[in-house]
């Protein structure tokens, strides 16, 4: 048979996946979507990033050093989402977890960054809009210590 599902997981092309595999991959997988466009956005629009970011953190201690921290989240966001994506791989080629596990801790830390950058900034609503994806990484981290 082609596909078929069971209490224990899927059957694809005579490969097996459990379902807590099949959660922890779309939880790579939509971690994977949102850290790659996000760290891709941030190289390919460098400039209204760096214009965006210079209205946002003036008047704030980042004013003269939001350049560094557009580098390190554009590199967090990067590996967190390649890793992720990595992850869903690795799973589906029955490789491991550790690629994924991996990708969720950088997006976690990815999170926080950001967090930590729209607070100082006051900007309160874009802070609660990051709670989510922060949510989803530490739910991976957790799915991938099962």
């Known amino acids: 048979m082609l596909l078929e599902f ?3 997981g899927v059957v694809l092309l ?3 996946w459990g379902w807590l595999d099949i959660i922890r991959m779309l939880v790579s997988a939509f971690l ?5 466009q996000s760290g891709i956005d941030k190289i ?14 003036s008047g704030t201690i980042l004013a003269g050093s939001f350049h560094y921290g557009l580098a390190v989240v554009t590199v967090t966001e990067l590996l967190a989402g ?5 992850g869903v791989a690795w799973l589906l080629l ?13 997006a976690a830390v990815s999170s926080c960054i950001l967090m930590a950058g729209q607070r100082l900034a006051k900007d309160y609503i874009g802070a609660t809009a990051l709670v ?5 990484a530490i739910i991976g981290l957790y799915l991938y210590q099962t």
């Open 14 to 16: 005579s490969q097996e």
């Open 82 to 86: 390649a890793l992720s994506a990595a």
């Open 6 to 8: 069971s209490e224990t």
């Open 132 to 136: 989510p994806y922060f949510l989803v």
């Open 32 to 36: 994977a979507a949102i850290y790659l």
């Open 94 to 106: 029955g490789w491991g977890i550790v690629p994924g596990i991996v990708g969720a801790l950088f």
């Open 44 to 57: 390919v629009d460098r400039q209204g990033n760096l214009d965006f970011m210079g209205e946002h953190f």
